[in-house]
C-alpha cells in the first residue's frame, strides 16, 4: 500500500473544514488613569482633593469590594477562596454541570494576584528639607475577583476585577461557544468537540457564524454584564468619562479539519514531523508570519514535537507569537496561531484592530498547512523536468538551462526553497548571498552580473516572476515543486548511490547500495514518480 502524503490528507480526507476565533483575553482599561499624571488630574479635578495621594482612594476600593459581597449574598452566588493551587477550571466545569439557568452568575472566585497599581511614596524638597506625597507606578498582590458567567450568546466567560486603583479588568471568552450557542438559537443540528464542532448540517453556515463573531459583539458583551455587576466606577466617574476601554492580550486562531478516521490523523503527523522539524527555524518562521527575522528579532526559534501518549503536537514560534498543531480528541487536525502581543506584527492592541489580527493569524496557519503540502507533493512530471534541463525560447529570449546535479543550480534551488511563501518576494541580492552561502564563495565572488543572469534563467523557465513595478521577484507555484524536487532529489537519492564508491564484487550488491535502493523506491512511490 503507497502510503498518502500529506497533500493527499488534506484533499480526500478533510470531513469539516472551519476557522474561527477561539479564547481570548482582554484587558479592561480606564485610557485617563493609565499615567502618574492621569492619577493626579482625577484627584484634583475630579475629586476635588487639593493632595493627591491613594489615601483619598481607599474608601472607593473599600467601597467596591463591600458591593462585590453584597451582591454575592443577595444574589446566592458562591463567594469561593481560591486555594494557591486550584485548577479554575475544573470548579467552574462543576458549577457549570450544577447550573440551572442559561443565563447568570454561576459562581466568585477571589484570589491574590501580583497588580500594576498607584502608590504614594514620599519626597523631601531640597530646599526646605520638608517632605511632600509623589505618586508613582508600583506592583503589588491586592485580591482579585474572578465573576464566572453563563451567558445566552456567549456561553461560559469569566470577568476578572482588581479590588485596587485603577481597578483593572480581563475578560476571558471563546468564539467556539459562542458558535455553538448561535447554532442552537437557530436550530441547526451539529456535534461538538470539547472546545470545537465536529460536524455539522450546515457547513457554510457554521463557518458564517465564525465569521460574524467581530469585536462589536465582543464589546457588548462586557458592558452587558459591567451594567448587571457591581462597577468599580461610581455613576458620576463614568458620566465624567472614566469608562473601560478594551484591549487584546491574547488572541487565538484557529483552523479545525476533521478527518475521517483516527489513523488519518496519526498518518498525517507521521509524514509532518519526519519533514518539517525545520519549521521553526528563522528563514522558515518568516515565510509563515511574513516577518523578517533578523539578529535583533528577540525570542528563541525552534520546533517542538512534543508527544502526548501516542498524540504529537508541533509548535513553532514568532517572537511572542506562537502557531501549535495537534491531533483533537483524535478526530480532528487543530492548526492554531496565539498572539500574544499584537505589536509584533506593528498592529495596536485596541479590540478594534481585531480583523487585522484576523487576518495574521488565518493567514499563519493557510501557510503552515501550505509549507507542509508542498513539502510533500513535489513531484513534476518528465516533460517538466526534461524542459528545465534544457534551453528554452520565449517570447523570442532564449535562456540557458538548469542541468541538474549542476552545483551552481542545485544551490540556486536551495535558495530558492527558503523564499518560497515570502509574499513581498525578494531582490537580487537577497538571492546572491543565500546562494553564495551554499556554493561556500564569498559575495563578492559570485558576482551581481552572475545573479542577474541565473535571475533570467529562473523567470524564462517559469521558476519566478518579477513583481509588478518593481525589482523584487516571488516564486511562483511550479518554481516551488521544481526546486524542492531539485533539492530532495539530489539529497536523497543521487547522494546515497555515488557515495558508494566500490565496485560490484562477483555480481552481488553491497548490502548499503540494495538499502539505498529500497530508499530510492520508497521515496519515488512517496513523491508519485512510480506512476
Known amino acids: 500500500m503507497v502510503s498518502q502524503n500529506v497533500a493527499e490528507i488534506i484533499k480526500n ?188 448540517e450546515n457547513p457554510a453556515r457554521l463557518q458564517e457564524l465564525c465569521d460574524a463573531l467581530e469585536s462589536e459583539k465582543i464589546d457588548a458583551v462586557f458592558r452587558k454584564w459591567l451594567a448587571r455587576l457591581p462597577h468599580p466606577y461610581r455613576p458620576e466617574d463614568r458620566a465624567a468619562g472614566y469608562r473601560y476601554e478594551l484591549s487584546i492580550l491574547q488572541a487565538e486562531f484557529s483552523l479545525t479539519q476533521v478527518l475521517d478516521f483516527p489513523r488519518t490523523g496519526r498518518q498525517f503527523f507521521e509524514e509532518v514531523i519526519r519533514e518539517n522539524l525545520d519549521i521553526g527555524r528563522p528563514d522558515q518562521v518568516q515565510l509563515i508570519f511574513n516577518r523578517r527575522v533578523t539578529k535583533r528579532t528577540p525570542g528563541s526559534f525552534r520546533t517542538r514535537v512534543l508527544t502526548e501518549g501516542v498524540v504529537p503536537s508541533l509548535y513553532a514560534q514568532y517572537k511572542h507569537t506562537k502557531i501549535k498543531q495537534y491531533h483533537k480528541e483524535g478526530r480532528a487536525l487543530r492548526t492554531e ?34 509549507v507542509q503540502t508542498l513539502s510533500h507533493d513535489c513531484s513534476i512530471g518528465k516533460d517538466k523536468f526534461n524542459a528545465v534541463i534544457r534551453p528554452i525560447v520565449k517570447d523570442k529570449q532564449r535562456a540557458s538551462a538548469l542541468p541538474f546535479g549542476d552545483p551552481r543550480v542545485l544551490a540556486l534551488m536551495q535558495a530558492l526553497c527558503l523564499f518560497e511563501l515570502l509574499p513581498e518576494g525578494f531582490r537580487n541580492a537577497d538571492l546572491r548571498c543565500k546562494v553564495a552561502e551554499l556554493l561556500n564563495q564569498e559575495p563578492r565572488s559570485y558576482s551581481q552580473g552572475r545573479m542577474t543572469y541565473d535571475l533570467r534563467r ?34 536523497r537519492f543521487f547522494s546515497v548511490a555515488l557515495a558508494i564508491e566500490q565496485p560490484l564484487e562477483s555480481g552481488q550488491a553491497p548490502r548499503v547500495l540494495v538499502q539505498a535502493s529500497q530508499a530510492v523506491d520508497r521515496l519515488i512511490q512517496e513523491v508519485k514518480l512510480a506512476a
Not at 345 to 364: D, H, Q, T, V, W
Not at 471 to 481: A, D, H, L, P, S
Open 13 to 200: 480526507h478533510v470531513l469539516l473544514e472551519v476557522e474561527g476565533i477561539d479564547r481570548m483575553y482582554l484587558n479592561g482599561y480606564v485610557p485617563g488613569l493609565q499615567t502618574e499624571g492621569g492619577f493626579v488630574h482625577f484627584v484634583h479635578q475630579h475629586l476635588g482633593f487639593p493632595i493627591a495621594s491613594t489615601a483619598v482612594i481607599s474608601p472607593l476600593s473599600k467601597a467596591f469590594v463591600h458591593a462585590i459581597e453584597v451582591f454575592a449574598k443577595e444574589q446566592h452566588v458562591d463567594l469561593v477562596a481560591f486555594d494557591k493551587k486550584q485548577r479554575k477550571d475544573e470548579l467552574t466545569q462543576e458549577y457549570l454541570a450544577r447550573a440551572s439557568f442559561t443565563e447568570g452568575v454561576l459562581y466568585i472566585g477571589k484570589a491574590q494576584e501580583k497588580a500594576a497599581v498607584f502608590r504614594t511614596i514620599h519626597k523631601r524638597n531640597a530646599e526646605t528639607g520638608k517632605s511632600y506625597p509623589w505618586i508613582s507606578r508600583g506592583t503589588a498582590l491586592p485580591n482579585h475577583y474572578y465573576v464566572y458567567l453563563l451567558d445566552e450568546d456567549f456561553g461560559p466567560l469569566f470577568i476578572k476585577f482588581c479590588a485596587y486603583f485603577p481597578y483593572a479588568v480581563k475578560v476571558c471568552i471563546n468564539g467556539h461557544e459562542w458558535v455553538k450557542r448561535q447554532l442552537t438559537q437557530e436550530g441547526i443540528a451539529f456535534e461538538a468537540l470539547d472546545n470545537g464542532v465536529l460536524s455539522c
Open 337 to 370: 496561531t496565539t498572539i500574544n502581543d499584537t505589536y509584533d506584527f506593528a498592529i495596536g492592541r485596541k479590540l478594534c484592530n481585531l480583523p487585522a489580527l484576523r487576518e495574521i493569524g488565518f493567514s499563519a496557519n493557510r501557510r503552515l498547512l501550505n
Open 458 to 491: 529562473l523567470r524564462l523557465h517559469g521558476l519566478i516572476e518579477r513583481q509588478p513595478h518593481s525589482n523584487r521577484y516571488c516564486i511562483t507555484q511550479e518554481g516551488t515543486r521544481i526546486s524542492l524536487f531539485f533539492t530532495r532529489a539530489e539529497a
